[in-house]
């Protein structure tokens, strides 16, 4: 299967049975940003990857749809663990995290990059006087 291409997160959805179809799991996700549904089914088994909108929507549908009953069987619903999402997070993650790490602001309306500040001193870098 090729990997969702979309800066989304996405979440695996298992248990589902033989007659769910792309347009049910639309109609369940509809209020968590869907940005892109792939059902699969081996002989029996039917599964599906969804690509919501953003690691939040994701985390809040796994909270609301986990182990809601579909016919006579729970929905399981998890994040993805295939290694090009896990990839794709990382790098959302990573970007999440140097934002937070290094707001901007904004100064008479240009935007300006805290690293411009000036750097705070560390022990490293003040120079003990010799006796």
Same mark, same amino acid.
Not at 105 to 124: F, H, S
């Given at each position: 299967?090729? #990997?969702?291409?979309?800066?989304?997160?996405?979440?695996?959805? !298992?248990?589902?049975?033989? *007659?769910?179809?792309?347009?049910?799991? @639309?109609?369940?996700?509809?209020?968590?940003?869907?940005? +892109?549904?792939?059902?699969?089914?081996?002989?029996?088994?039917?599964?599906?990857?969804?690509?919501?909108?953003?690691?939040?929507?994701? @985390?809040?549908?796994?909270?609301?749809?986990?182990?809601?009953?579909?016919?006579?069987? #729970?929905?399981?619903?998890?994040?993805?663990?295939?290694?090009?999402?896990?990839?794709?997070?990382?790098? !959302?993650?990573?970007?999440?995290? +140097?934002?937070?790490? *290094? #707001?901007?602001?904004?100064?008479?309306?240009?935007?300006?990059?805290? +690293?411009?500040?000036? #750097?705070?001193?560390?022990? +490293?870098?003040?120079?003990?006087?010799?006796?």
């Amino acid at each position: 299967m090729a #990997p969702i291409k979309c800066t989304t997160r996405v979440i695996f959805v !298992d248990n589902l049975h033989s *007659w769910t179809s792309q347009g049910d799991l @639309c109609a369940i996700f509809h209020a968590y940003e869907v940005h +892109e549904i792939v059902l699969e089914q081996k002989s029996s088994y039917k599964y599906a990857y969804v690509a919501l909108s953003s690691h939040a929507k994701a @985390c809040q549908a796994i909270r609301d749809l986990n182990g809601i009953m579909r016919g006579n069987r #729970p929905m399981l619903i998890r994040l993805s663990q295939r290694a090009e999402d896990r990839e794709d997070s990382a790098a !959302d993650a990573l970007h999440v995290k +140097e934002e937070m790490l *290094w #707001p901007k602001r904004e100064l008479d309306g240009d935007v300006k990059m805290e +690293e411009d500040a000036v #750097p705070v001193k560390t022990e +490293e870098d003040v120079e003990l006087p010799v006796r």
